[in-house]
């Protein structure tokens, strides 16, 4: 049987291959170049973060936990980059652009999956004053607030969580005084939208 005679192509790959070098990088020795596109492993941005929820509700795969500690009063965010299949859209949906991105980390190697869990941010909740619900995060609310600017006054829930925050008014405990249900004095209050809804058709 005749041996094969190697092809053309063949040839001249093996030629140009020894006179350019191999096509391949000198991973790990030397870090790669990335494309301006090229997606790596989301992080959190904790001063950009508002806590709203958004990358928890559109992750398709569920990489990204949300835990509200009412105890506490604490939500914690955590990305769980060992279900992340980095499609981007926990930074293509985050409301403020800046809270949470994709990096160019590719190569996590471990032993210990749970390593790959450490990567959290913490909010402080506001809570409702009459029936003890979440309201939504602190930074959230002063984020609206600070974006709708004059017109947060508009809302009460908006404008005492800015002056709290300012340190212009002084927290109250949640339901400390609300005995007998809500009122119409109850307005000035931080309540969420189904007690705020409920206050309003007080006559």
Not at 64 to 89: H, N, S, Y
Not at 124 to 150: F, N, S
Request: proline residues 7%.
């Amino acid at each position: 049987m005749p041996i094969p005679l190697p092809k053309l192509r063949e040839l001249k790959e093996a030629i140009l291959a020894l006179i350019h070098g191999p096509y391949t990088t000198k991973f790990p020795a030397e870090e790669p170049t990335f494309p301006p596109a090229f997606r790596g492993f989301p992080q959190y941005y904790e001063e950009k973060c508002v806590g709203c929820g958004a990358c928890f509700n559109v992750c398709p795969a569920r990489a990204i936990e949300m835990e509200d500690d009412l105890e506490a009063g604490v939500r914690k965010l955590t990305l769980c980059i060992d279900r992340c299949i980095t499609c981007g859209q926990c930074q293509a949906n985050c409301i403020t652009n800046e809270g949470v991105k994709l990096g160019h980390e590719y190569d996590l190697t471990t032993v210990n999956r749970m390593e790959l869990r450490e990567r959290t941010v913490e909010k402080e909740l506001i809570i409702c004053e009459a029936c003890g619900q979440i309201v939504g995060t602190k930074d959230h609310i002063l984020w609206v607030a600070r974006r709708l600017g004059p017109l947060a006054f508009a809302n009460p829930t908006l404008m005492l969580v800015s002056l709290q925050g300012a340190g212009a008014a002084p927290p109250r405990e949640t339901g400390a005084d609300i005995k007998e249900g809500l009122r119409r004095g109850d307005k000035i209050r931080i309540l969420c939208p189904r007690c705020r809804q409920e206050v309003s058709f007080l006559a």
